[in-house]
């Protein structure tokens, strides 16, 4: 029999200093062996989950979760786009957070929303259905997933193109995308 494979929701993410609580967004944790036989999960703590494992040479996890919430560190799930943030998305291996990980992301059907992630795989056109990989869990989470229809403008500052992604209404004001990209490119060629 194998270790327990023992999983965590983050309780932090990247450029926020404060504790999180992603887990409590975590409902109908399941884990099945390659022939669908259910494992048994044991909560270790509020964040935390061991997964014992058997003999078995592969687990696959299933999970729902929450995204109620319109920040930059949560997500947010609506009939016109989803935003999915990766330490309030995915659950990770404790002792795995090294490894290369692959993650296939579903749109609703038919609406043919594109993607917008620094992730490999996110240039692909827009579809239902994307493959994207990550050199760890730590790079995964450090980068945003956003599916719907939004609008890019694109602008290079040396040899480096950036793609910037709005979703939303424009709100009047004083401020223009114009402006925006103005202002993100003289911040890219200052750093």
Known sequence: RGAPLV???????PGSYLIRDYARFVRDLVAHDPDGRPRPITKLDKATWAIDVGDAPAI????AVFGHEL???TNHIDDGHAFLHGPATFLYPVDGRALPCAVEVEGPPGRGWAIATPLAGGDAAPGDRYHLTAPSIDALFDAPIHLGHDR?????VGATRFELALWGPRHAGAFTVAQLVADL???AADH
Not at 60 to 63: D, F, I, N, P
Request: aromatic residues 14%; proline residues 5%; hydrophobic residues 45%.
């Open 7 to 13: 999983v965590a929701m983050p309780a932090w993410c």
């Open 60 to 63: 696959t996890l299933g999970y």
């Open 71 to 73: 920040s930059v560190r």
């Open 152 to 156: 890019r403008e694109t602008f290079t």
């Open 185 to 187: 490119g003289a911040i």
